[in-house]
C-alpha cells in the first residue's frame, strides 16, 4: 500500500521559517518525481516545487529564493525548507508522487495535507 505523510506544519510569524517533511513508503520514490502543492482556503489547489528522480528542481514564482525541495532517497523522505514565510503562504501542503510535472495531473499519489499558517 503507498502512502504518503506530511508533517511539520503549524503556526508561524511572518519572516519565521518552517520545514515541511514527507514520508514516503510502498514503492521504489526514488524512481519518482517528488513535489509539493497547496491549496489556501477557497482557492484552488497551486504548484508550489518539484525535485526530479535525479535532483533536478523547480519552483512556482513566487517561492524562489525563500522555498528549498529536497530528498533523501534512502529514508524515502522529501522536505520542503519554508524561510521568510509571508501571510500568502498559509494553505495546507500536500506532497505527492509521480511524473514530472505542476498541474498535479502528474502525479498518482498524494498525503493528506499539512497545515501551514503565517500570521502578519
Known amino acids: 500500500q503507498v502512502q504518503l505523510v506530511e508533517s511539520g506544519g503549524g503556526l508561524v510569524q511572518a519572516g519565521g521559517s518552517l520545514r515541511l517533511s514527507c514520508a514516503a513508503s510502498?514503492?521504489?520514490?526514488?524512481?519518482?518525481?517528488m513535489a509539493w502543492f497547496r491549496q489556501a482556503l477557497g482557492k484552488e489547489r497551486e504548484f508550489v516545487a518539484v525535485?526530479?528522480?535525479?535532483?533536478?528542481?523547480y519552483y512556482e514564482d513566487s517561492v524562489k529564493g525563500r522555498f528549498t525541495i529536497s530528498r533523501d532517497n534512502g529514508k524515502n523522505m522529501a522536505y520542503l525548507q519554508m524561510n521568510t514565510l509571508k501571510p500568502e503562504d498559509t494553505a495546507v501542503y500536500y506532497c505527492?508522487?509521480?511524473?514530472?510535472?505542476?498541474?498535479?495531473?502528474?502525479?498518482?499519489?498524494w498525503g493528506q495535507g499539512t497545515q501551514v499558517t503565517v500570521s502578519s
Open positions: 505527492a508522487s509521480g511524473r514530472w510535472g505542476v498541474s498535479g495531473r502528474e502525479y498518482d499519489y
Open positions: 525535485i526530479n528522480w535525479n535532483g533536478a528542481t
Open positions: 510502498g514503492r521504489t520514490f526514488s524512481a519518482y518525481a
